[in-house]
């Protein structure tokens, strides 16, 4: 079954870090693109960051540029989202997707990881 | 940035009857490459984003063929022709032709 299960997420205080990852199963992991797309709280989708299948192109919201870094793990199937210097604005359900064959469109979603920033 | 404006943002529609969103993006989507990097997505109450619709009008796999993408250049069009209970969600669609990628703010079709 083609999966993406994200974890990581929880409650964290403004300023602190926090690191997501993204486990992939069910299809070949280095042949796609990943990326990060959040939600907030009843609201709709914001693109946060993406990397080529070879860590070799990478990409950043204006948002979260500085603060995030993205990176993964052909060998462990895994995608990760180290999240620094977190503000209340981040606050968001996390979601990884791939980039399939299918021209720029995210065709596997995960379920999501809530991240919360609040003191 | 490429902004994404999606009209309506909320689609009573009654079973059976048709639906359309309309996604007008701030520039052009032609991509250097000659594509245009223009998707759809639904989400359903409580579940992830679901792809429908790639590159203007291709079906992703499993998609029903009552759901259509269509148009060119800024302006494109998302229609179902025939609603039904399960297609009750948020749709989206979204641009991948010039980073930062960006979405529109989703248009939520519910039944009447």
């Known amino acids: 079954e083609v999966q993406l299960v994200e974890s990581g997420g929880g409650l964290v205080q403004p300023g602190r870090s926090l690191r997501l990852s993204c486990a992939a199963s069910g299809f070949t992991f280095d042949d796609y693109a990943m990326h990060w797309v959040r939600q907030a709280p009843g609201k709709g989708l914001e693109w946060v960051s993406g990397i080529s299948w070879n860590s070799g192109s990478i990409g950043y919201a204006d948002s979260v540029k500085g603060r995030f870094t993205i990176s993964r793990d052909n060998a462990k199937n895994s995608l990760y989202l180290q999240m620094n210097s977190l503000r209340a604005e981040d606050t968001a359900l996390y979601y990884c997707?791939?980039?399939?064959?299918?021209?720029?469109?995210?065709?596997?979603w995960g379920q999501g990881t809530m991240v919360t920033v609040s003191s | 940035d490429i902004v994404m404006t999606q009209t309506p943002l909320s689609s009573p529609v009654t079973l059976g009857q048709p639906a359309s969103i309309s996604c007008r993006s701030s520039q052009s989507l032609v991509h250097s490459d000659g594509n245009t990097y223009l998707s759809w997505l639904q989400q359903r109450p409580g579940q992830p984003p679901r792809l429908l619709i790639y590159?203007?009008?291709n079906r992703f796999s499993g998609v029903p063929d009552r759901f259509s993408g269509s148009g060119a250049g800024t302006d494109f069009t998302l229609k179902i022709s025939r609603v039904e209970a399960e297609d009750v969600g948020v749709y989206y669609c979204m641009q991948a032709t010039q980073f930062p990628w960006t979405f529109g703010q989703g248009t939520k079709v519910e039944i009447k």
């Open positions: 997707a791939s980039l399939g064959g299918y021209g720029g469109a995210f065709d596997i």
């Open positions: 590159k203007i009008s």
